[in-house]
């Protein structure tokens, strides 16, 4: 065994650059001539010149299909080979089905096909112009696989199918995503690009209004937006469900959606409106169900009296029915030779490119045209010279020895070409008659002057791009149809009111000190209530499902939770880690209530320091004494991980939040106290690390904080399980900064009870 040295870093790069650039040229990027993969195109070109299925012919079992495919073409999985046939044949996956199934060919609700052993299939008229010329050597063909037989490198498609039916595929490094289109559109705009190679995106914008997807739908963007996709080849197509308002029996009405964005599964999104309904998350919807036949038919009825537009844009916001659809107008272009290059292009490009392929194929078509002819004018010829000698010829046949013995000596005697003389030895004795020759002086002329008209036409570029017209008209005659989508020009967005989406009910928002939430109705007793053992309420806010709650956390967070995602729970409720995005170790410290203003006063009086508003000061402090006042000028639009309000340090964690007031109580563990006044409290408007409110003994820090006016009663947690309740003028009046004084002579504290 030779051995050879080599680097395993040089080897595994060249090896992974070799299966990247076979995946991109070889199996995920459509060619931009024919708008087809290779495993399509093979489909395509096995069904119609192997398996003859044109669509003229019976229906053929898919498996003879892919077994064609596979073993002439394709030396892939029969899977993969499979569902690119059964895509070719779906109407709301191809704009322009390729493919005529028959069988169960999947749906829109996710439904896969039936295995190809049960379904047939054929081409479709339409598959034949993608097909377009292939038997006039308009285009190259190579080697197969196993080089048994050849096969063509593109198709000469006289449809534009890449924007025709789109594509979508994922290579090595770089995918594609091209939305399908109207025909008339396309053809339109391959006119235009025709009557004026340097017409702007702009233009052609105009004459391409837009996506045109096979499921029908919407699309919301303006023409700037589609005119700035169709100039870059990247951007996002907004995609919206239609829908329209129905009566039903007994005074009831329904919202039928009648159209879906691109690609939505259908099943998926009756299920998810569904569960949208159950959890009562739009009170405007009580049911939803499909009835959809051929057509699409989602049926969503209405609460009484209420709002639909509110209730689709509900829907629309958080659901597929309006769905995005992202542009990457990726494929692969020919270069110089026979390979191709993976390019993003602009609409323009994509346009004239193939334009550019379809000139080349009729410059072709007409050569092997010409060819033919002059062939054929050759053996005429070669018939006319023999015409005024046929007993002659005649005798020269009878007496030679076998075909090619005639034709040798026809070749001497009137001097003919091989060709000329084995066309004369191989015609019937009747086709010498008269007539016959007639005929053939008669067609001798046609061709001749046939062969003028496309010599004239390959000298005149005017001419073969008349020609080209011709074609695209044609094609634009024999396939033209109406949008399915339609363009949107003045959308009216709906401005969603949280409020509109709730129904109002009185509860207790439940915190526990561990991070527990819940909430139950105001008729329950709190005290009741189960809570996990060792765990304890933090307070039990009186709210209506309209409001939020405001959480501060132990690494110097705020959260903003609406009241209507605590679970309605008997339980224990849930972790606040579920519904919050917490950091590692982050703990719930404080909590407050923050009322909407729509909604109506609780049955029960809310205690003012419990509750939240924008402009408040609020007093933070650390179990190290750190501290200062924060303004809080802003509470909505605070986003699920929370808003820093302070900068806590390494080794340190706030512990108390209360609004400021004139008077300031602090506690640390080991039973020191401190007063001390407003103005000793410096107030920041950003998160910041504070000043030091009170100075901590070693092995000591702050476990409480308590604001107030005047005097005030404050009730101590001790470590022995007993409470002692201080008046506040016993408490040691200071400066901050400073240490305290001993406010209980046995046991630590360990924080303060206000009841919840």
């Known amino acids: 065994m030779t051995e050879i040295d080599a680097s395993i870093r040089q080897e595994s790069r060249d090896r992974y650059l070799t299966y990247a650039l076979s995946v991109i040229t070889g199996r995920a990027l459509p060619d931009v001539r024919d708008g087809l993969k290779p495993v399509q195109r093979r489909i395509l070109y096995a069904m119609f010149r192997n398996l003859n299925l044109k669509p003229s012919s019976s229906h053929r079992k898919s498996a003879a299909v892919v077994g064609e495919v596979l073993a002439k073409f394709h030396p892939h999985g029969d899977v993969a080979c499979y569902e690119a046939m059964v895509r070719m044949a779906q109407d709301f996956s191809m704009r322009y089905p390729l493919v005529d199934g028959q069988g169960n060919f999947g749906s829109l609700d996710g439904d896969s096909a039936a295995a190809y052993r049960y379904t047939e299939a054929k081409l479709l008229p339409i598959a034949l112009d993608v097909l377009g010329e292939i038997s006039e050597e308009t285009v190259a063909f190579g080697d197969n696989f196993d080089a048994t037989t050849v096969e063509p490198e593109v198709l000469p498609s006289r449809v534009p199918n890449l924007l025709m039916n789109g594509a979508s595929g994922i290579a090595v490094g770089m995918a ?38 096979p499921t029908g739908c919407s699309i919301l963007n303006t023409k700037a937006e589609l005119t700035d996709i169709y100039r870059t080849g990247r951007g996002s197509v907004r995609m919206r469900a239609d829908w329209k308002l129905e009566n039903l029996e007994r005074g009831k009405q329904a919202i039928i959606v009648h159209s879906l964005p691109y690609t939505v599964n259908k099943s998926q999104l009756v299920e998810k409106i569904a569960d949208l309904i159950i959890n009562k998350k739009v009170p405007q ?31 629309f916001k958080n659901t597929p029915l309006e769905h995005n659809f992202a542009v990457n107008l990726t494929a692969l272009v020919p270069t110089e030779g026979r390979s191709s290059k993976p390019e993003l292009l602009s609409l323009k490009q994509c346009l004239q490119h193939f334009l550019d392929f379809r000139e080349e194929v009729v410059v072709r078509r007409l050569k092997f045209e010409r060819k033919n002819l002059l062939e054929r004018l050759h053996i005429l010829e070669g018939l006319i010279k023999i015409y005024d000698a046929l007993d ?69 570029r005017s001419k073969i791009i008349a020609l080209l017209k011709a074609d695209l008209k044609e094609v634009l005659k024999l396939y033209g149809d109406k949008r399915k989508s339609k363009i949107v020009k003045d959308n ?22 561990d991070g527990w939430l819940k909430r139950i109705r105001q008729n329950n007793d709190v005290s009741t209530t189960r809570i996990r053992e060792g765990d304890s309420i933090l307070h039990a806010h009186p709210l209506s499902t ?26 224990y409720g849930t972790p606040i880690q579920k519904l919050l995005k917490f950091r590692d170790g982050e703990t719930v410290v404080e909590s407050f209530c923050v009322k909407n203003d ?22 933070f402090l650390t179990a190290k004494g750190m501290g200062y006042g924060f303004e809080l000028e802003e509470i909505s639009g605070i986003k699920r991980n929370g808003k820093r309000v302070m900068k806590v340090r390494d080794n340190d964690k706030l512990i108390g939040v209360c609004k400021l007031n004139t008077n300031i109580a602090m506690f640390t563990r080991k039973a020191s106290g401190l007063l001390i006044t407003k103005k000793d409290v410096p107030v920041r408007s950003n998160a910041a690390v504070g000043v030091i409110l009170m100075s901590v003994r070693d092995g000591d820090e702050v476990v409480g904080v308590k604001a107030f006016k005047g005097s005030q009663k404050i009730t101590l947690a001790l470590s022995n399980g007993k409470e002692k309740t201080l008046q506040s003028k016993s408490i040691t009046k200071g400066r901050r900064g400073l240490k305290g004084t001993k406010v209980v002579a046995r046991g630590e504290i360990l924080g303060l009870l206000a009841g919840f």
């Open 598 to 619: 729509a909604a109506q006063k609780s049955l029960i009086e809310l205690d003012g320091d419990t509750v939240l508003e924008e402009g408040e000061t609020l007093l």
């Open 392 to 460: 002659e010829a005649l005798k020269i046949v009878r007496k030679s020895k076998g075909r090619s013995d005639a034709a040798e000596k026809l070749r001497k005697r009137f001097k003919l070409t091989e060709i000329q003389s084995f066309a004369v030895v191989d015609m019937r004795i009747y086709q010498l008659s008269q007539t016959s020759i007639d005929e053939i002086t008669k067609e001798h002329k046609e061709k001749s002057t046939r062969v003028k008209e496309i010599e004239a036409i390959l000298k005149s």
């Open 176 to 213: 594609t995503n091209i939305p399908p289109h109207n025909i008339n559109d396309i053809v339109n705009a391959l006119l235009a690009v025709l009557d004026d190679a340097d017409i702007s995106a702009a233009k052609l914008a105009g004459v391409i209004k837009g996506p045109d997807f």
């Open 285 to 315: 919807l009580v049911d939803v169900r499909d009835e959809s036949t051929e057509d699409i038919r989602v049926v969503i009825e209405l609460a009484s009296g209420a709002d639909a537009e509110v209730g689709m844009a509900y829907l």
């Open 492 to 513: 009216i967005e709906i401005e969603l009111n949280e409020s509109d989406y709730v129904v109002e009910e009185e509860v207790y928002a439940i915190v526990t000190a």
């Open 546 to 571: 309209l409001d939020h709650v405001a959480f501060f956390t132990s690494q110097g967070y705020l959260y903003l939770l609406p009241v209507t995602e605590f679970p309605s729970s008997s339980g």
